[in-house]
């Protein structure tokens, strides 16, 4: 059996080595490796391929979410609402520029943003709404865009873990994780369900003014070179990432195929442990399984991961300490007890290993593993 790893990139990497490493070597060969030519063909690929007005590369998807924030003008002392369970980008680059984050709890089933929690925290400081497509699955759009439009906030879609996912509104029309919300963001790291060999990132929008602002910041603010319209950052997709991202798009929509093939696996051998939950499925979205994360009850959650370790198998907390409780966001306006869907969670979840490369004898082994330390 191939060595299990969380994300298995050489196997994926090495089905269309010839292509990834020709087209690195021209760039290489160009010497063009700071905004040459295959960051605008990539830019125009992901265009049509999500079927938005513009797509703007940046350095990854942490600036993503900065320059957005940048380019919609919050100013400190904004309220931005965004979820306590997630990655800690999310509420950093609200803190790096002084506005004020404020953490809501989560939908327990779908670990995504609660509509209802949104609502309350809501206050005339509000100005922004960052809903998180966690683990792959889009967050409720359709209910976050109508509280929006009700108290005229701007929605700016992390979707760094979703990037393929569709979402569907009730009146059957649908669009893409990261085009539904005034911005979209995302991350190319290399775990990413599209990943780059390093960092990268890029922001989506449909409005033409947003996109020459975010087009300018993240450029040092530049229009007119060396002319400095506003205050930016230098946050760029080399060449080089996006001539290994050109190669990769067209494959991304098999990729999701290929860990919904782990995922369905995962489902039918884990479904019917009761100590176990599977992640379920929220209607409005498909799900692109950027994690595979179940949650454990009635057994300890942290000696199962150290069970699977024992038998060379990763699993991963993600996330074990939610944002609202971590050492540097802790304020006086958070205690211990005040999310409790987001706080239960991070003690069930568990991420099992997820990539478009599992084969049916590893996730038979690794089932296998999970249900021996659930029914022991
Ligand atoms: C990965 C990730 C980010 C940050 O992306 P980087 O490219 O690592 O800066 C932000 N938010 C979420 C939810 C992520 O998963």
Do not use: W
Not at 181 to 210: E, M, Q, V, W
Not at 218 to 232: A, C, E, L, S, W
Not at 250 to 268: G, I, Q, T, V
């Amino acid at each position: 059996m191939k060595q299990i790893q969380m994300v298995d990139l050489r196997n994926q990497y090495l089905k269309i080595k010839d292509e990834i490493d020709g087209s690195i070597q021209e760039v290489i060969d160009s010497c063009k490796f700071i905004n040459g030519p295959a960051v605008h063909e990539f830019s125009k690929d992901m265009e049509r391929y999500l079927g938005v007005r513009h797509v703007i590369p940046c350095g990854n998807g942490t600036d993503a979410l900065m320059v957005s924030m940048m380019a919609l003008g919050l100013k400190p002392g904004d309220e931005v609402i965004t979820a306590s369970f997630t990655f800690i980008a999310t509420a950093e680059v609200i803190a790096v520029l002084g506005l004020k984050p404020v953490l809501v709890d989560v939908d327990p089933n779908t670990f995504n943003l609660d509509p209802d929690a949104i609502r309350k925290a809501i206050t005339h400081k509000t100005k922004a709404i960052v809903p998180v497509h966690l683990f792959g699955q889009c967050a409720d759009m359709e209910a976050i865009m109508d509280i929006a439009k009700e108290n005229d906030l701007f929605v700016i879609e992390d979707a760094c873990q979703a990037m393929g996912a569709d979402f569907t509104f009730s009146n059957g029309s649908s669009k893409k994780a990261g085009t539904i919300g005034h911005i979209g963001c995302t991350s190319f790291f290399p775990s990413k369900n599209l990943g780059c060999f390093g960092d990268g990132g890029a922001i989506f929008t449909n409005d033409d003014r947003y996109a020459e602002n975010m087009r300018a910041i993240v450029n040092h603010g530049m229009k007119k070179r060396y002319h400095h319209d506003m205050i930016g950052v230098n946050s760029r997709l080399d060449t080089i990432q996006a001539a290994v991202l050109k190669v990769k798009l067209p494959h991304l929509d098999e990729y999701a195929k290929e860990r919904n093939r782990a995922a369905s696996y995962y489902d039918s051998a884990l479904s019917s442990c009761e100590k176990i939950n599977t992640p379920a499925r929220f209607k409005a979205s498909t799900h692109v399984f950027h994690q595979y994360t179940l949650k454990t009850y009635d057994l300890d959650r942290d000696q199962l991961q150290e069970h699977l370790r024992g038998k060379n198998i990763p699993a991963m907390i993600y996330y074990p300490v939610p944002l609202h409780l971590q050492k540097a966001y802790k304020d006086d306006r958070y205690a211990e007890g005040d999310l409790p869907v987001t706080e239960d969670l991070a003690k069930r979840v568990i991420s099992l290993p997820m990539s478009t490369e599992l084969d049916d004898q590893q996730l038979e082994y690794i089932t296998g593993a999970v249900l021996e330390f659930a029914n022991a």
